[in-house]
């Protein structure tokens, strides 16, 4: 970009130059080499479209899986975590092996086995998950949540979480569960067997989170 004086105030295109005033001053610069009608139909373009589309629709599913646990995971004390956890929605997209470049999506990605791998391993910040030793598991058939002796909690907050993947809406329900050194407690299952639910645990002991994560 570069200023210039003239008699005749220029407004416009001449050839490879853009002439525009910028704060009282004639400015001109070369046109950019970027072309929104090719990026929309050029061959050459292709994949970056691909890449576009797919990250757009990453971000909009990690948004709003954010927006629903909201009121837990700010307190994971993690300025990064919105870039996390849309990288892990791109990785488990990646396991769609389903669909087309450019058509993949998380919802694909996150039946199989290692999408739920990669959902359960995610930590939000300073705050533990359930991998390894902090074992948690759900019975969905007999609505049971199975604890193992290593917590301290006392009270288990279970978040059912239904995602609709292609409007990006969330519907979920929250149950608060006393834990009182039990290993087996019942929950309620809130939506159909058919329907993909995300199940979210959060520990707590007199208000405290000690532990949080998808199971």
């Not at 604890?147 to 292609?166: M, Q, R």
Request: glycine fraction near 6%; proline fraction near 1%; charged fraction near 30%.
């Amino acid at each position: 970009m570069a200023t210039y004086e003239s008699l005749i105030k220029i407004n416009g295109a001449v050839g490879d130059l853009v002439f525009y005033t910028l704060n009282g001053k004639n400015v001109v610069r070369k046109k950019s080499g970027f072309n929104k009608t090719a990026f929309k139909k050029s061959p050459a373009y292709e994949k970056v479209r691909q890449n576009s589309s797919e990250f757009g629709h990453c971000s909009k599913v990690g948004k709003i899986i954010r927006q629903a646990l909201d009121q837990y995971i700010k307190q994971a004390d993690e300025p990064l975590l919105y870039q996390k956890f849309a990288k892990l929605m791109t990785e488990i997209k990646d396991l769609d092996e389903v669909s087309e470049r450019g058509k993949r999506t998380v919802e694909r990605g996150i039946i199989t086995e290692k999408g739920k791998l990669l959902l359960r391993k995610f930590q939000f910040g300073n705050k533990n998950n359930f991998d390894g030793e902090n074992s948690v598991s759900l019975d969905l058939l007999n609505e049971k949540l199975y604890l193992n002796n290593t917590f301290s909690a006392n009270e288990a907050v279970l978040i059912s979480l239904k995602i609709d993947f292609g409007n990006y809406l969330t519907e979920h329900f929250e149950e608060k569960i006393l834990v009182e050194e039990k290993e087996k407690i019942s929950f309620t299952k809130h939506f159909s067997d058919d329907d993909l639910i995300l199940y979210f645990i959060v520990l707590k002991k007199n208000e405290e989170i000690l532990n949080m994560g998808f199971v």
